[in-house]
DNA sequence: GCGTTCTATAACCTACAGGGAATTTACGTC
DNA sequence: GACGTAAATTCCCTGTAGGTTATAGAACGC
């Protein structure tokens, strides 16, 4: 049922509207009206985004009367993150080579050194 | 220069070729006949690939004679970790929630038992 | 200068994404 | 059963993504 693939996922994540949809959901279940309030946009599409969230497996729906809840389903994320954390030794290196950088600026600057300002 | 929304960020890691290029430039620099070579696909196709990947700041490009080696770029990578992070205590809480539910299934499983097999 | 190699660009096609308007379906209430 | 509300579905439009082929540009060897 869950699609659950990088593709879809990361796909689902690169729309600002989704992004904010789940942010949402973070704080507790919504209907979709409520999902809808904060959005210049009409209420199909956002049944549209939540269509989409939860076949990447991010969001799921329950029955309550008319409403149709929608709840947080965080694994794809997990997946997401684990799939980022194999490049995280590049950006460490990355910014330590960037703050070694700006410590060699800084040393060889002496207008910034405290008798001057 | 390097846009480094998530929005854009996302969108590039939706490809699984996209991905599949990050993953061999995590090798170390290469050309793009070199990146291209492992797909199924023409050299402008990889060039319109590595043009997202530019825009999305994950790549960056230098001259070396007519060859243009291509260099990962893992801040963007960065960010969107950044973002995934908060959401970190739902996974958790999900898979947490899953184990015990699986301690329950075996604990009430019999047929499972080391005298069984 | 001339051909060769590597890469980028242009023009084109197809499929799909994101949005709106209108309608339909599902459920609860009276 | 009629009505009202919540959500989904349908149809339409526009833009863009991903791929192709063909062409152009940049850098080197001769």
Not at 38 to 47: D, E, G, K, L, R
Not at 95 to 98: G, K
Not at 104 to 108: G, K, T, V
């Given at each position: 049922m869950k699609t659950g693939s990088l593709d879809t996922t990361?796909?689902?994540l690169a729309d600002p509207t989704r992004r904010a949809i789940l942010a949402r959901l973070a704080l507790g279940e919504a209907s979709v009206m409520e999902l809808a309030e904060?959005?210049?946009?009409?209420?199909?599409?956002?049944?549209k985004h939540l269509k989409v969230?939860?076949?990447a497996g991010l969001?799921?729906?329950?029955?309550?009367?008319?409403r149709r809840p929608c709840r947080l389903e965080a694994s794809p994320l997990a997946e997401a993150n684990l799939w980022l954390e194999?490049?995280?030794q590049f950006w460490e290196a990355q910014?330590?080579?960037?703050d070694s950088l700006l410590e060699?600026?800084?040393?060889?600057s002496p207008n910034l050194e405290p008798d001057q300002g």
């Open positions: 990361f796909a689902a904060p959005f210049a946009m009409t209420q199909p599409a956002i049944s969230l939860e076949r969001i799921s729906r329950s029955r309550e009367a008319q194999k490049y995280r910014f330590a080579r960037l060699e600026i800084q040393a060889s």
